[in-house]
C-alpha cells in the first residue's frame, strides 16, 4: 500500500508544471513555424506572468474565506482544464489571426494562459493537499515535480527539438548583385574568400536545425496524456483508505510547534477531536522544537530566493550561457539539469536535514554555480574556455550542481513547513509563484529590451585564442 501510495503521489507531483515546462522545450520547433519567429518566449515569458491572478485569488480567498474554496474539486479542475487544453493545443498551436495588419498566434497565446493558469495554481493547491499525507510523501511529491521537467525534455531529445548541425554556405557576389546557394558539406568553423573571373565566392559555415522525428501535434498529445495520468492518480488517490491521511503524531507535533506562533494552529490543522496537552506535549518536547519568527521569516526568503533563480533568472540565460560551447554541452546541460531535480529530491528522502545553517550554505553553493552560468551568458558569445573541452565540462557540470543544490534545498524547505501547518504549505506555494515572478520579471528587461545578451551561432563563431 505504501508504495502504491508513493507511485500515486509521484504521478500526482508531475502534473505540477509538465505542461510548462513542454512548451518550452518545444519552442526550438515553434519558432520556425509560428509568426512571433524568437520573439515568442518574450510573450510567453508575459503571458505565463499574467496567469500568477489564478494563486493570488487562491491564497486571497484562504485568507479572508478560508472555507469557501474546498482543494479536491479545484485540483480535479485545475487537472481538467490542463488535460484539454493540452489536447487543443495539438490541433490549435499553429492557427494564426490577422491582429494590427500582421498575422499573431492568438490562439497559441489563449491556450498558453490557461496551461500557465493550471500550473501557477498548482502551487498553492498541490502543496496544501500534501498536507493530509504523512510527512514521507512530500519528498515524493517533489520528485514527481522535478520529472515534470524531466519527461517533456526526453520527449523533446527524442523528437530531435532544436539539434543543428553546421552546413557550408556559398555566396557568389558578382558585380550587379548576389546569387547564394547552400551546400551540405561539414566542417570546420571556417570563412574562405576566393576571387574568379571577377566575381567573388564567399564561403562560411551557418547553424541549421534538423527536421525532428515526430511533429508538434504528436508532442502536444504526449503532454496531454501525462497531464490525464496525474488526473487518474489524483482520482485514484482520493479512493485509498483513508489511514494514510496526516498521523495523530503529525498533527500534535504542528500544533506545538506553532503554539507561540500562531494561536489557531489547531483550527487550520483541522483536527479530529480535542487534544491532552498533558498527555502529549512532553515527549513531543523533546523531539521537536518551537520555530522562532525570526527562522520563518528566512525560510520564505529563502524560498523566494531559490525559486526566482531556478524559475525565472538563470532559465532566462542558459542559451547564452553553453550555446556558445557548441549544441552538445547546451542539451546535455538541459537534460541532465532537468535529471539532478528528482535526484535531489531523492537525496532528500534519505538523507534529510532541517538544519538551516546547512540548507543556507547550499543554498550559497548552489547560487555560486548559478553565478558562474550568469558571468558565461554576460560573456557570450565568447565565454571563458570557448573551443576547449574543459570549458564544455565546466558549464555543464555547473548547470548540474546549481540546479541539484537549489533543488535539495527546496524540498527541505517544504518539509519543514509541511510539519508547521497547512497554511504554511499554502504560503509556500504562493511564495514559490512570488519569487518565480520576480526573477522573470527582472531578467525580461535585461534579455528582451536592453538586450545585454548576446547569442551565438557556434557553427561562425570568431572568438580570439
Known sequence: MAFLIHLLVCIFGTGS???????????????????????????????????????????????????????????????????????????????TSWVLDSRHSIAFMVLTFFLALVDCTSSVTFLPFMSQLPTRYLTTFFVGEGLSGLLPALVALAQGSGLTTCISVNDTTPSPGTNRTVGTTQGANSTLTTDVGGAVFTTHLESRYLPAHFSPLVFFLLLSLMMACCLVAFFLLQRQPRHWETSAEDLLGSQFTLHSIQPQAKQDLALPGPVDSSTDQGPLKKNTSPLHPAHLVFIYLLVAFVNALTNGVLPSVQTYSCLSYGPIPYHLSATLSSMANPLACFLAMFLPSRSL???GALSVLGTGFGAYNMAMAVMSPCPLLQGHWGGKVLIVASWVLFTGCLSYVKAMLGMILRDRSRSALLWCGATVQLGSLVGALLMFPLVNVLKLFSSADFCSLQCPT
Do not use: D, K
Open 357 to 359: 545553517p546547512l540548507l
Open 17 to 95: 508544471w509538465v505542461a510548462i515546462n513542454g512548451l518550452w522545450v518545444e519552442l526550438p520547433l515553434l519558432v520556425t513555424e509560428l509568426p512571433e519567429g524568437w520573439y515568442l518566449p518574450s510573450y510567453l515569458t508575459v503571458v505565463i506572468q499574467l496567469a500568477n491572478i489564478g494563486p493570488l485569488l487562491v491564497t486571497l480567498l484562504h485568507h479572508f474565506r478560508p472555507s469557501c474554496l474546498p482543494e479536491v474539486p479545484v485540483i480535479f479542475t485545475v487537472l481538467c482544464v490542463g488535460t484539454v487544453t493540452c489536447t487543443l493545443f495539438a490541433f490549435l498551436w499553429n492557427m
